[in-house]
C-alpha cells in the first residue's frame, strides 16, 4: 500500500497550519495545496535548454515485443507512488483515457527502482520522468539515466513506447491571503534576481533549475482534468493506493 510521502504532506499541510507564506512544490502538491488552502501558483521553474513543461514516459525491455502504450493490456507495469504526477498521476490517467488495462500494478517508490526492475525483467513496462537529451551535446537525461553507471547498457537495453500529455513545470506558490503587493514586490525581485549570474547559479544549487517564468492558476487545469479521472478527490485517490 502506497501512502503520502512525508514531505509531500508537510509541505501542503504547512499552509493549513499558517507556517508557510510562500514555498516550490510540486505540481501535485500545488493541486491539493490550491484546493485544501487556496494558496496560488505565481511562478513555475524552467528547466534545462528552457523546458517549461514536462511529462512522463513508458518504457520497457528493447526485446519485450512491447512497441507501444497500446501494447501495455494485460503486462505488469510499475509505476513510482501514488503522488508522483510524472510517475503516476500522468501516466495512469492516460492508460484510463485509452481503456487499457495491465494484469499487474505495483509502486517502486522511486524513478530508478522503476528503471532498474524494467531492466531485470521484475515487471514487463514502467513509467517514470522524461527529460530530452541535451540540445547541445545529446546527453540523455530521462529517468534511465539514473542507473546508467550500474548499468552502462540501459539505453539499449530499455526503450521508451510512448509518452504522457505535458504539464507545467512545477511552481513557487503563495498562500491565499498573501498581500498582493507584496507578492508582486517578491515576483519582481525573483526575476531580477535569476536573471544574473548569482541568481542562475543559486537555482540551479537550490533547485536543479534554470530560471523561473510567470505562470497562473489556469495554467494547471490541465492537471486538474487528468485527476477527474481518479473521482476528483486526491486525498481519497491516494489513500486508495
Known sequence: MAT????????????????????????????????????????????????????????????????????????????????????????????????????????????????????????EAGATYYSPPDKKTGEILDARARVSKQYPDIFSAVKIIGFTESIPNDPFVFRADFPDDMKKELIQALLDFQSTPAGKETLYATYSVEGLAPTTDKDYDVLRKMIATFGGDLEKALKKK
Do not use: C, W
Not at 493541486?31 to 534545462?48: M, N, P
Not at 514536462?54 to 497500446?70: C, E, L, P
Not at 507495469?77 to 488495462?101: E, H, M, N, Q, R
Open 4 to 123: 503520502f510521502p512525508t514531505s509531500f504532506i508537510a509541505v501542503v499541510e504547512s499552509f493549513g497550519s499558517g507556517k508557510a507564506d510562500i514555498a516550490a512544490m510540486n505540481t501535485f502538491s500545488y493541486i491539493l495545496a490550491h484546493q485544501k488552502y487556496g494558496v496560488k501558483a505565481a511562478l513555475k521553474v524552467i528547466r534545462r535548454d528552457g523546458e517549461t513543461t514536462y511529462r512522463g514516459q513508458f518504457i520497457a525491455k528493447a526485446n519485450s515485443g512491447i512497441n507501444s502504450i497500446d501494447d501495455l493490456r494485460g503486462k505488469k507495469v510499475a509505476f513510482v507512488d501514488a503522488a508522483s504526477t510524472s510517475g503516476y498521476i500522468l501516466p495512469k490517467a492516460l492508460l484510463d483515457k485509452k481503456g487499457i488495462k495491465p494484469a499487474e500494478e505495483v509502486f517502486a517508490m522511486r524513478h530508478d527502482n522503476v528503471v532498474t526492475m524494467v531492466y531485470q525483467d521484475q515487471v
